[in-house]
């Protein structure tokens, strides 16, 4: 709220902009220290870097948050628009510093922008893409074939500890015909059919917990687990996975946002897939992480 001496950001997203502008200054000085004669000149060129930095920072920050891909295309676009906009106020800024006239200043913040957003999104896009690849993701797209587009997952062998009771009741939903239903395993269809989760019964409206600290990363946007679906990463044993709540009715969550275990994160509801059907009322909850461009998943539980 525009006050740093009572208020704070828990979640460090101005971080980045300040680290680009200290960083940009700095740079700057040194890449124009031929041209730095007084410290009228040193504070000019250091503020243009310093401008130049921060804007590109939030640039991607911004880019970033708006984008729904990520590997080496989704930080060629991070990259490249940062980078232009970095490029552009330095390039522009130095000039009028040095003496040129506007439209001049404006030929160079565009050449400028122009080689930065080259390089910006070569480097960006390289280092995202390896980073999607280091977690199991496609390199190019770091998308994650999800078994609720229609993918397929894989069973992982690991063990995480129980999480928090995520229902009033705990209890997991059963049919007249499968009182497996709703376990984690090949419990569908006699055994030949996988479920990679685990439903957790209860009435529509019902009060659905977090079964583990983390952040919310994604709400709604999965035609499986209805418009009200919360996916969370959380660190678990070392390792990050995702933890989803799908057949929501509601949700309680926020982008970016931290969450503890035990906090109401939704309602249960009949939306998604069970929409319509005679299958009993619940939660999905699955946990996963990427698995070689899969969904490889562990079993969530409690005591």
Do not use: C
């Not at 502008?21 to 060129?45: C, P």
């Not at 940062?82 to 040095?98: E, K, R």
């Not at 678990?236 to 969450?259: C, L, R």
Request: charged letters at 10%.
């Amino acid at each position: 709220m525009n006050n740093p001496l009572k208020y704070t950001d828990p979640d460090g997203q101005w971080v980045h902009i300040v680290v680009g502008a200290v960083v940009g200054g700095i740079f700057n000085v040194a890449f124009n220290a031929g041209n730095i004669d007084n410290f009228g000149d040193f504070a000019a060129y250091f503020g243009v870097g310093a401008l130049a930095g921060g804007v590109g920072a939030a640039t991607g920050g911004l880019v970033e948050g708006a984008i729904g891909f990520g590997g080496f295309a989704g930080g060629a676009v991070v990259g490249a628009s940062s980078g232009f906009a970095g490029g552009f106020i330095g390039g522009s800024g130095n000039a009028w510093v040095g003496g040129a006239n506007f439209g001049q200043g404006i030929v160079s913040g565009l050449k400028a922008g122009g080689i930065g957003a080259v390089t910006g999104g070569l480097i960006g896009g390289t280092v995202a893409g390896i980073d999607a690849v280091r977690n199991g993701a496609n390199f190019w797209n770091g998308s994650v074939n999800e078994v609720g587009g229609g993918g397929s997952g894989m069973f992982l062998d690991e063990e995480i500890p129980a999480g928090h009771k995520p229902t009033a009741t705990g209890e997991i939903a059963e049919t007249s015909g499968n009182p497996n239903y709703g376990k984690y395993g090949m419990t569908r269809n006699g055994g030949a059919k996988a479920h990679y989760g685990v439903d957790y019964v209860g009435k529509e409206g019902d009060d659905v917990f977090t079964m583990y600290d983390g952040t919310v990363t994604k709400i709604g946007g999965s035609k499986a687990y209805g418009e009200n679906f919360v996916r969370t990463s959380s660190t678990i044993n070392g390792k990050t996975y995702n933890v989803d709540y799908g057949h929501m009715s509601k949700h309680f969550a926020t982008i970016n946002k931290g969450v503890t275990a035990g906090q109401t994160i939704g309602q249960m509801g009949r939306l998604g897939n069970l929409a319509g059907t005679s299958y009993p009322t619940h939660v999905h909850i699955a946990v996963w992480r990427p698995v070689n461009g899969l969904q490889g998943f562990v079993m969530p539980w409690w005591k």
